[in-house]
């Protein structure tokens, strides 16, 4: 049961333009979200992350929005450079859980010229 | 720092064999995590340890994998015997955690392994 779900497997922005990509999830318990980066043949780099007791957090180009009521988070980049081309992983976790994260399955990111 | 260490990078081994896969953490980091990423499933996680004693290993797949921390600086993931669908990337992550928060994830480069 894969409890953080990214339904699109791939995007593809030009650049200086808006990426959103999108993340949903099942288990209302969840508290606390991050995405990270990932390059092939690199391990996954952590992006920015949001708690639930917020609906909005911006770093740089970077922001995610969560939507609680909804199940659903987002990460903004604005705007997107080729260097972003990457897959990008969301995951969460809870209170009680320290440090342990369910990542969803990635949405790979192409930002073209 | 070096960040997360993993060996070997590639490993391609044959149906049957035992394969170890071998982890150093961030010195100083007090969890560590291991990983497994397929295209259907993304990164799964397998087990992970606080202070060297295993604390969730409710992901590992089946009695053919295990997974060890005999001290603070080393840790190894073995599948005795291996299968083909054993194949994935394997990640060994760490993170030093405080006052129960969830704290960043550092990642290492990752294992490919390949079952023939």
């Known amino acids: 049961d894969q409890q953080v779900k990214q339904n699109s497997p791939s995007l593809s922005v030009q650049e200086g333009r808006i990426s959103i990509l999108n993340c949903d999830y099942t288990n209302s318990m969840f508290d606390y979200f991050l995405w990270y980066k990932k390059y092939p043949a690199e391990g996954p780099t952590f992006l920015i992350s949001?708690?639930?007791?917020?609906d909005k957090n911006e770093d740089g180009r970077f922001t995610v929005f969560l939507n609680k009521s909804a199940k659903h988070l987002s990460l903004h980049i604005v705007p997107s450079q080729p260097g972003d081309s990457a897959v990008y992983f969301c995951a969460a976790s809870y209170t009680g859980t320290a440090s342990k994260l369910t990542f969803g399955t990635g949405t790979r990111l192409q930002v073209t010229l | 720092d070096a960040g997360v260490i993993q060996s070997p990078r590639h490993e391609v081994t044959e149906m049957g064999q035992e394969v170890t896969l071998r982890c150093k953490p961030i010195?100083?980091?007090?969890?560590l995590f291991w990983y497994r990423q397929t295209m259907m499933r993304g990164l799964e996680l397998l087990i992970y340890f606080n202070n060297n004693v295993p604390i969730d290993d409710s992901g590992m797949p089946e009695d053919r994998f295990s997974a060890k921390m005999p001290n603070a600086s080393f840790s190894t993931l073995k599948i005795q015997p291996s299968e083909p669908r054993d194949s994935a990337v394997y990640f060994c992550?760490?993170?030093?955690?405080?006052?129960?928060?969830?704290?960043?994830?550092?990642f290492g480069p990752g294992t490919r392994l390949t079952v023939l």
């Open positions: 992550a760490s993170s030093l955690v405080t006052s129960g928060a969830t704290d960043t994830q550092y």
């Open positions: 949001i708690s639930s007791i917020k």
């Open positions: 010195s100083g980091h007090d969890y």
